[in-house]
């Protein structure tokens, strides 16, 4: 023989491919977060943003909702940023808002979403309800990351993140996780620090969502798929159930709409929520948001916007149907 025989699949082998699925897709993303959240530090200088943002917090954290369409991040890449952008000056709320918002409210998100309920609805470019889910997610995932976000103004920093994290906003936004300020000059020196800084908060990063990978593979491989079909039959748990399911299979909110399109059994309102929910809170989230926010802090983001999305998906989908049907 020339090829040796294939060996025989087992339940390691499953979890590890998972595993590795999950890694080679986020991985790039956040390197490519954290590489950005380096030069903000870098290069940013402290306070600008809290200089160039409306005085008033509500004002601002209502157009920090919009920021994902400048700057398209993905939730695997948002973590570092935000981080550092409320090291600069950033006000939490609108931190908040846009870590929630820009993984939804984007682009890319947007052309993915339109193309895979065309592909798998079998609707035309032409007909305005191709268009339907795409509009009710970008609308839906703005409205709840906004509501989060005025919801945090009335709280401290410190009562929100992280106490080191919290700690360099006290000291005046500075660049390292020493508390220094970022270099003023030469270039090369600013450089170097931009990539110092990445590389510390990709490991940091990097960790957490490596443990929350791990969990979601032995997930994805070991549960007995044919359970979903089941509960999606019922209509008291198909909501819940299908938010759930977003949350273990820690998809990227570029390809989860390619998920969410083919599942016949569940209602357009039941994917509206895989659709929003899981980009905002899924397991490998839980971890990385423990690396900047304080444990109540990811506890109540967790029940809050389960809760929040769970409330508001079907109203809505019901809302964005009616008008395109006008």
């Known amino acids: 023989m020339i090829f040796a025989a294939l060996p025989e699949p087992s339940p390691t082998g499953d979890v590890f491919v998972a595993f590795l699925s999950i890694v080679f897709e986020g991985a ?54 935000i981080r550092r952008l409320v090291q600069k000056g950033l006000p939490v709320s609108c931190a908040v808002t846009y870590m929630l918002s820009a993984p939804i409210v984007n682009p890319i998100v947007a052309v993915s979403t339109l193309t895979a309920f065309k592909e ?60 220094h300020a970022a270099p003023a000059a030469p270039f ?37 798929q044919a359970i ?16 759930g399911l977003a949350m273990v299979l820690s998809l990227c909110s570029t390809s989860d709409a390619f998920i969410a399109a083919p599942m016949a059994s569940f209602s357009m309102a039941a994917k509206l929520a895989f659709l929003v929910f899981g980009p905002m809170m899924d397991i490998k989230l839980l971890f990385m948001y423990s690396a900047v926010f304080k444990r109540k802090v990811v506890l109540g983001l967790l029940i809050g916007l389960f809760v929040l999305v769970g409330s508001l998906s079907v109203p809505w989908m019901h809302l964005i149907q009616q008008l395109g049907a006008k």
């Open 28 to 81: 790039p993303y956040i390197l490519l977060g954290t590489l950005l959240s380096g030069f903000i530090d870098a290069f940013l200088p402290a306070r600008l943003l809290e200089r160039v943002l409306p005085k008033s917090r509500v004002l601002s954290t209502i157009l920090a909702g919009f920021l994902g369409l400048v700057f398209p991040v993905c939730e695997c890449a948002i973590v570092p940023v």
């Open 120 to 179: 798998f609805q079998n609707w035309s470019w032409s007909d305005p309800a191709s268009a339907t889910m795409t509009i009710a997610r970008l609308s839906l995932g703005y409205v709840v990351a906004v509501l989060v976000g005025l919801f945090l103004i009335r709280f401290k920093p410190s009562q929100i993140l992280r106490e080191n994290v919290a700690s360099q906003i006290e000291a005046g936004g500075g660049a390292g996780d020493d508390g």
């Open 188 to 224: 090369n020196g600013r450089l170097i620090h931009a990539m110092r800084t990445a590389m510390r908060d990709f490991l940091d990063t990097g960790m957490y969502f490596a443990i929350g990978v791990i969990i979601t593979s032995i997930f994805n491989t070991r549960v007995d």
């Open 228 to 243: 979903l079909d089941t509960i999606a039959k019922n209509d008291a748990m198909a909501l819940p159930s299908i938010m």
